[in-house]
């Protein structure tokens, strides 16, 4: 009898024990956010099935090996609310606040759009939500989804094109005044200053077109003007929803992407992996060995050492929602099944900046948020500012700072006819 107990006993406590620890790991899900935190890589919300968009906080723990089986999964507190196709940045005054940016919102785990705020702040180090007060907020921002942030060493945030999703039930409408209107692209700021926007979409709510990436928008934070250049080498397939990481030398590497028709359903979703050289601006494909990771769009990417690590997203057109990882070692190009602590720092991103959490008060964080920042010609003063959407948010106790690297050019043209590049 005893034998019995002792055997029921470690069925259900087995059962359960087992059952736990295969819950500890996110739902299957694509179109979240994801951000970097030293070794915490954190990604917040996204859509999963069926077809909710969640609130959930996730990170993956980077601190210590593992096997891609078995990725170290943790669970952080909840979002005010459910989130998908937004942006995500890490504040280089602390090293620690991440600003979650536009995207979709919603009350958590159903389909009811619910606008409540267009930045929400997360402290990771008390794992704490707050919703920042945004002065001067320009309302067209308001529901811009499908877009990508960076952030510069002075915590100044620039964003550009998107769509305005205003509930449901509406059908998106492209956000610009220019003609470089753009959305499900990559955007990654470079160490001299530039921006440099890759794939994506462009158009308006009535005719959207893929953009060419042999020709790509470069907009440079120092004196706030855009240039095209001009792309060699290898010829990339234009695609939307890819991922892009910086490294260290200077190569911007992406990863997937696809094609959609005309209702906005994935069509083809790709597996290569390019590289950009940003100093010669050619596209290499590099040869790659291991076992390759599959197709995927709308999935994130992050690069910690030498490890660009891709996680979630959608595989084809049946299949929507996964939760694996991935993992290429750049500095031989091999797909990896091990996360190992690497000894050296190769590649680290060159968005790392040098400003410690001991430098700064991260309550005194500045924010300059400019959406499409773009000078039409032949534009007053009143009128640029009104349409190229510039906002700005200030936190408590910090006035807007004396020098704004340099004043804006009114009348900078637009890239496109009898535009010369540079």
Known sequence: MKSLYYTLFFVIFGSRYLFAICQNAPSPRREQASTLVDTRLYFFGGNTLPTFNSNEVWYLDLSSSFNISTPSWHSNVVMPVGYNLGTSCLSPIDNSTVFLIGGRTWIANTRNFSYTSSVYQFNSKVSQWTTPTINNFNSSFTSRNEIQAVIDNYGKIFIFGGSDYINPTITPNYTSQSALTYVRYTATLLPNGLIVYIGGSSGSSTSVRVNNISQIQVFGTKLYAWSTKPISGSTIAPRRYHSAVLTQDGNIIIYGGSTHDSSGNIVYVYSDIAVLNTNSWVWTVPS?????????????????????????????TSILHTNNIYILDIQNYTWVTTFNIPTTNPANPTQSNGNSSTDHDSSNLYIGIGIEIIATPGTSKDDHIRETHISTIYTPRMPPPAKYE????????????NYHSS
């Open 406 to 417: 340099l004043t804006p050019t009114y009348g900078v043209p637009v890239p496109g006819n």
């Open 288 to 316: 790659v060995s291991g076992t390759s990771a599959p197709p995927l769009t709308q999935h994130s990417a992050a690069l910690n050492k030498n490890y660009m690590i891709l996680a979630f997203g959608a595989t084809s």
